[in-house]
């Protein structure tokens, strides 16, 4: 079993699960990572949700019988206002939240169609490495660092 890396909040990214974790339902969750160029989008959590205020990629929750592709492409409708183009899992990843066991399905996305419209409230940022947002929401650490260890091997291979 990998240890796990603490997070933030008590909250626990982890590639695989413990003991205790297996008897928990495990929630899946279709997450955008929307690209344009270096930079990437961010957005809060709105007031009434778990970690209100906190910057995170955007996304949801699976629905029954959703693929996370199709889930990401409703998601990202509802809530920025875009409609996105294909959509693959680029890296997964299981994150114990003190409320949920949540498995996180991140989908780097290039392509989309339509204006950035903030429909739940929250608000947006274009970064980039190092974030200067914060407080970030746990489950999105360690997408931040693939993302700059993507960028380090694309560094050293243009040298």
């Known amino acids: 079993m990998t240890q796990g890396l603490l997070v933030a909040d008590g909250a626990l990214a982890r590639d695989d699960l413990s003991a205790g974790q297996a008897d928990r339902a495990v929630v899946d969750v279709a997450v955008g990572v929307l690209m344009q160029g270096e930079e990437f989008l961010l957005t809060s959590r709105p007031e009434g949700k778990v970690y209100a205020g906190y910057w ?21 409708q ?19 939240y003190p409320h949920a066991l949540v498995r996180l399905h991140f989908c780097k996305v290039w392509d989309w169609q339509g204006e950035l419209q903030m429909r739940e409230a929250q608000s947006h ?23 700059a260890e993507e960028r380090r091997f694309s560094g050293a291979a243009h040298r």
Do not use: C, H, Y
């Open 78 to 96: 509802e809530e920025l206002g875009i409609t996105i183009g294909p959509a693959q899992v680029w890296k997964t990843q299981m994150v114990d």
């Open 125 to 147: 940022a274009w970064q980039n490495l190092p974030v200067a947002v914060v407080p970030v929401l746990p489950g999105t650490v360690p997408v931040l660092g693939w993302l």
């Open 56 to 76: 995170e990629f955007p996304g949801g929750k699976l629905e029954a019988g959703e693929s996370v592709e199709q889930a990401l492409r409703r998601e990202l």
